[in-house]
């Protein structure tokens, strides 16, 4: 039996690297401050393109990868922040669910770009955003919101209530790169 990396691994770690770095690359961009007061950044758009694009596994890879470099200290998080003490702030349950965002995201999107239907991906890429980036990372986000800054449930959803109009509109940013990517790279092997 041939242990030896194929061509493929390589191109799989290759793209899980660049997913890692993307995300980096999105919290270096300034937040966006909503009229409401309420900040937006990019780094879930990273989270719902790494999952829609790279699929499941991948997908979950890269999030991890890219929260292994925070918890040792880079300062890649919007606003530069990093170190472990992030993961016990009260935006941690947001961050514990990226991973799982961009592997329900993955999942979704591999029900959805059946190798027939890979013209038009954009409806299940928003659907894919949607339900992984944010319905799933809003779960743990929530959840750990209400835990670490000891609200009722009821009252963290309704603080976190305000990201969701910026996040909706991610959702369609990732959807149309989905079908841009899917258009100009044909070849490129979306969710497997």
């Not at 990019?42 to 719902?48: D, I, K, N």
């Not at 925070?70 to 991973?99: I, K, N, T």
């Not at 239907?117 to 809003?138: D, H, K, N």
Request: proline content about 6%; hydrophobic content about 55%.
């Amino acid at each position: 039996m041939n242990n030896t990396p194929t061509r493929r691994s390589y191109h799989s770690l290759a793209r899980v690297a660049l997913f890692a770095a993307l995300i980096a690359v999105f919290g270096l961009i300034p937040k966006l401050d909503l009229p409401f007061g309420v900040p937006i950044t990019l780094q879930t758009l990273g989270v719902m393109l790494a999952g829609c694009l790279l699929g499941a596994r991948r997908g979950f890879l890269a999030v991890g990868l890219f929260l292994l470099m925070v918890a040792m200290g880079l300062p890649l998080l919007s606003g530069g922040r990093g170190g472990v003490g992030v993961f016990f702030s009260p935006s941690a349950g947001f961050l514990l669910g990226w991973p799982f965002g961009a592997a329900v995201c993955g999942l979704v999107m591999q029900r959805w770009s059946r190798p027939r239907e890979r013209t038009v991906l954009w409806p299940g890429a928003f659907v894919a955003a949607f339900v992984g980036g944010i319905g799933v990372v809003y779960a743990f986000g929530i959840t750990g919101l209400a835990g670490i800054a000891h609200l009722s449930w009821a009252q963290a959803t309704v603080a976190s209530a305000a990201f969701i109009p910026g996040d909706l509109l991610k959702c369609a940013i990732c959807a149309a790169l989905v079908q841009t990517v899917a258009r100009g790279l044909p070849h490129w092997r979306l969710a497997d």
